[in-house]
T-cell receptor
Framework: DTAVSQTPKYLVTQMGNDKSIKCEQN?????MYWYKQDSKKFLKIMFS???????INETVPNRFSPKSPDKAHLNLHINSLELGDSAVYFC????????????FGPGTRLTVT | SQQGEEDPQALSIQEGENATMNCSYK?????LQWYRQNSGRGLVHLIL?????REKHSGRLRVTLDTSKKSSSLLITASRAADTASYFC???????????????FGQGTILTVHP
């Protein structure tokens, strides 16, 4: 069974469009994250939610809006896409307490043309 | 600027050899984690070492941590072709509050193991 899943796996879209990426985890974790990995493989945290509450927001343009309908889901909506948004976006989850290792989804490769 | 830096950026070895990767970080930490990323895949957690530990083993992996130098190393012994991947260190801040879970990743070491 997939622990952390993301859809879609690939997303190709034009500048100015709005798109969403969905993430679900079946690990029973309390905390979920969005990361962005650029073309140089640098991985940077964008957001973190704990029990549906936003706890980390890392100076991300407000065109990016995360939404957590419940603690098993964390979606990322991006408005007015720009060329610089092209990257691989990873969802991850972890327990709020106890062992802090994170479990990552397979990634969504976003290409903005 | 990036918090973590890894050295070397790329490492190419033969099967059976050992691979050593180094990581430096800048802030105080609660733990230091290592992850592997196969091409086109998500990151997989390998091993975690807490700030009060100096060395940890897991199978063919050995991790060391020197908090005075803010550095860590990952040793993979008797490497296999299947170990070919990118390896990332991630600094974990002290637990609690808004910093919990905010891992700061290094840029990674690309390891290639030739059969």
């Amino acid at each position: 069974d997939t622990a952390v899943s993301q859809t879609p796996k690939y997303l190709v879209t034009q500048m100015g469009n709005d798109k969403s990426i969905k993430c679900e985890q079946n690990l029973g974790h309390d905390t979920m994250y969005w990361y962005k990995q650029d073309s140089k493989k640098f991985l940077k945290i964008m957001f973190s939610y704990n029990n549906k509450e936003l706890i980390i927001n890392e100076t991300v343009p407000n065109r990016f809006s995360p939404k957590s309908p419940d603690k098993a889901h964390l979606n990322l909506h991006i408005n007015s896409l720009e060329l610089g948004d092209s990257a691989v976006y990873f969802c991850a989850s972890s327990q709020a307490s106890g062992s802090p290792e994170q479990y990552f989804g397979p990634g969504t490769r976003l290409t903005v043309t | 600027s990036q918090q973590g830096e890894e050295d070397p950026q790329a490492l190419s070895i033969q099967e059976g050899e050992n691979a050593t990767m180094n990581c430096s970080y800048k802030t105080s930490i609660n733990n230091l984690q290592w992850y592997r990323q196969n091409s086109g895949r998500g990151l997989v957690h390998l091993i975690l070492i807490r700030s009060n530990e100096r060395e940890k083993h897991s199978g063919r992996l050995r991790v060391t941590l020197d908090t005075s130098k803010k550095s860590s190393s990952l040793l993979i012994t008797a490497s296999r072709a299947a170990d070919t991947a990118s390896y990332f260190c991630a600094a974990g801040p002290n637990a609690g509050g808004t910093s919990y879970g905010k891992l700061t990743f290094g840029q990674g070491t690309i390891l290639t193991v030739h059969p």
